[in-house]
């Protein structure tokens, strides 16, 4: 069981994607699915993180008002739409998802998801 992450690629400064994440075998349902990124030589970090039940979502600062995750339970699909992109933004970007509902403490720890995508490449242009 992996997510499957697509939608990366090359947009420019104040462009938009969309990413998308999927995964076979590992229903959504119940569970909590985020996004994180790491950039070349940094950390990875937490971007968005979105409980199935109940859809509640939660942003790191860097994103907000630009960032939106959102689920679609018909396709067991999770999104991230970007927009107003940054030079900044330029990192692989991966989809993580855990069964259970993780607690708001550690919604932003990426030990806190068992299932992990490979990852897709975002590159802003200036």
């Known amino acids: 069981v992996q997510p499957v992450e697509s939608g990366g690629g090359l947009a420019q400064v104040g462009g938009s994607l969309r990413l998308s994440c999927t995964a076979s075998?590992?229903?959504?349902?119940?569970?909590?699915v985020g996004w994180f990124r790491q950039a070349p030589g940094k950390e990875r970090e937490f971007v968005a993180t979105?409980?199935?039940?109940?859809?509640?979502?939660h942003y790191a600062d860097a994103v907000k008002g630009r960032f939106t995750i959102s689920r679609d339970s018909r396709t067991n699909t999770v999104y991230l739409q970007m927009t107003n992109l940054r030079p900044e933004d330029t990192a692989v970007y991966y989809c993580?998802?855990?069964?259970?509902?993780?607690?708001?403490?550690?919604?932003?720890?990426?030990?806190?998801?068992?299932?992990w995508g490979q990852g897709t490449q975002v590159t802003v242009s200036s």
């Open positions: 993580a998802a855990d069964k259970q509902r993780i607690i708001l403490s550690a919604l932003r720890d990426g030990e806190s998801y068992d299932y």
């Open positions: 075998g590992l229903t959504f349902s119940s569970g909590t």
């Open positions: 979105i409980r199935w039940s109940g859809v509640s979502t």
